[in-house]
T-cell receptor, first 116, second 111 residues
């Protein structure tokens, strides 16, 4: 059974478009994350939600808006896509925000976004 | 800001050899984790070492942590072709409310 799933796996779109990436975890975890991995493999956290509430919001353009309808889902909506948004976006989850440093984070397979 | 820096950036070895990767960080930490990323896949947790631990083992993996030097090493013994992947260290704590990942070491194990 897939623990953390993301859709779509690949996303190719034109500059200026709006797109969404969906993430679901079936681990019963309270905390979910979005990471961005650039072409040099550098992985940087964007957002973190605990039980549907935003707890980490890195310096991310407000064109990026996460939404958590329930604690098992964390979606990422991106408005007015730019060339620099091209990257692989990973969703992850962990048990509890209180143990954020000691919890294993479980990653989804990633969504490769290409903006043309 | 980036915390962990892995070294080397890339490593190529023959099957059966040992592979050692290093991670250096800048601030104090609560723990350090190592993750593996196979090509085109998400990261997979390998091992966690706490700041009060010096060495930890898991199967063919051995992790050391030297908080005085702010560095950690990951040793994979008797490597296999299936170990080919990128390996990332991630630090937690030190005033940061998130895990901070390094840039990773790309390991290639040749059959």
């Amino acid at each position: 059974d897939t623990a953390v799933s993301q859709t779509p796996k690949y996303l190719v779109t034109q500059m200026g478009n709006d797109k969404s990436i969906k993430c679901e975890q079936n681990l019963g975890h309270d905390t979910m994350y979005w990471y961005k991995q650039d072409s040099k493999k550098f992985l940087k956290i964007m957002f973190s939600y605990n039980n549907k509430e935003l707890i980490i919001n890195e310096t991310v353009p407000n064109r990026f808006s996460p939404k958590s309808p329930d604690k098992a889902h964390l979606n990422l909506h991106i408005n007015s896509l730019e060339l620099g948004d091209s990257a692989v976006y990973f969703c992850a989850s962990s048990q509890d925000v209180a143990t954020i440093f000691t919890d294993t984070q479980y990653f989804g397979p990633g969504t490769r976004l290409t903006v043309l | 800001s980036q915390q962990g820096e892995e070294d080397p950036q890339a490593l190529s070895i023959q099957e059966g050899e040992n592979a050692t990767m290093n991670c250096s960080y800048k601030t104090s930490i609560n723990n350090l984790q190592w993750y593996r990323q196979n090509s085109g896949r998400g990261l997979v947790h390998l091992i966690l070492i706490r700041s009060n631990e010096r060495e930890k083992h898991s199967g063919r993996l051995r992790v050391t942590l030297d908080t005085s030097k702010k560095s950690s090493s990951l040793l994979i013994t008797a490597s296999r072709a299936a170990d080919t992947a990128s390996y990332f260290c991630a630090t937690g704590g030190g005033g940061s409310e998130k895990l901070v990942f390094g840039k990773g070491t790309k390991l290639t194990v040749n059959p």
